[in-house]
């Protein structure tokens, strides 16, 4: 735990961010499985799965309940579907290949999601956990190879370890280093600067993002945008950090022009193509 913890800057952005190569494909960037969406919380589905097929994916597929589809089609024609995605998922796995997968925006913490949970843990890519799925987690990762990336705000966090969220918020960076090295799991502990902590003791802050963040939808659209991250990136580690980091940056560019206190979710997908512009 003696690691130094440093910011991922904006030089570091700017290095890592990859380039859409002119011979590039579909394909090269990979297709990303969501799972997100449930009939009380649709909104989780849209806001994620925008901000995914922003961030660099070649194609996504949804996951989501049959009555969310038809809200998501208008608002992001370029989508596929995994018709009651959650509940086969559960039942018999995946056989299509995909190049790394996330699962929790506006699902219940239900036991489906539990046994959805654990069949997306057999398949060797990256795997975004967020929300309703984090507390369905297992106590360790431990026979994983391909990352996991655990999204809990302190709150979720609390209830993952045990620690009160008022222990959370005085120590994020130490409990954020020692429970990814516990569980073998990314950690990327959500707030004002977001820790992101990696299994082996790494451990960056993240410089962007303001108060205006504070609103329901706006972890949908990070869990969104990492997930495209980690299809278009070669190294998961600067996907991971790269997402946090404009997901911020953008709500950083909105204050510049607008009240802190109107940000929608759904809107930080539609100011990421002149946020990422900016660091390429
Ligand atoms: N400064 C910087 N960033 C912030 C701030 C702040 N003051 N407040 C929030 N954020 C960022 C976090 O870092 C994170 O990226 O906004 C995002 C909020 O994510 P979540 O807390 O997961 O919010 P969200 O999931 O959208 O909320 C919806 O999630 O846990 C459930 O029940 C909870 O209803 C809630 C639902
Ligand atoms: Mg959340």
Redesign the pocket.
């Known amino acids: 735990m003696n690691e130094k913890t440093t910011a991922w800057t904006e030089e570091k952005v700017r290095k890592t961010l990859p380039v859409r190569g002119e011979d590039s494909h579909k394909g090269t960037y990979g297709t990303g499985l969501l799972i997100a969406g449930s009939t009380d919380m649709p909104g ?1 589905a849209i ?1 994620s799965s925008q901000a995914a097929m922003r961030s660099g994916i070649g194609k996504l597929v949804v996951g989501t309940s049959e009555d969310v589809i038809p809200s998501i089609v208008p608002v992001l024609p370029e989508a596929t579907y995994w018709r009651n995605g959650l509940d086969h998922l559960a039942s018999d796995g995946i056989q299509q290949e995909f190049r790394a997968a996330a699962i929790g ?1 506006g699902l219940p913490p239900e036991e489906k999601v539990e046994k959805a949970l654990h069949k997306l843990l057999e398949k060797d890519i990256p795997l975004i956990v ?3 799925a ?1 507390e369905k987690i297992p106590s360790t990762f431990s026979d994983r190879k391909s990352p996991v990336i655990l ?3 302190p ?2 966090f609390s209830r993952i370890t045990g620690v009160s969220v008022e222990k959370v918020q005085n120590a994020r960076v130490e409990l954020a280093k020692e429970w990814a090295e516990k569980l073998n799991a990314v950690i ?1 502990l ?5 820790v992101t902590a990696f299994p082996d003791g790494e451990a960056f802050l ?1 410089p ?16 969104g945008m990492l997930l495209g991250m980690l299809c278009c990136h070669e190294n998961y580690r600067h996907g991971i950090l790269n997402g ?1 980091y404009l ?2 940056a953008c ?1 950083d560019k909105w204050v510049k022009e607008n009240s802190a206190h109107t940000l929608l ?1 759904h809107e930080l997908s539609e100011l990421l193509p002149q946020v990422l512009r900016h660091f390429e």
């Open positions: 989780a806001i925006p967020d929300a309703g984090l999204t809990p705000h709150g979720e990327v959500k707030g004002n600067n977001t993240n962007t993002g303001n108060a205006a963040l504070a609103k329901g939808g706006t972890g949908d659209a990070l869990t946090v997901h911020g709500a979710a």
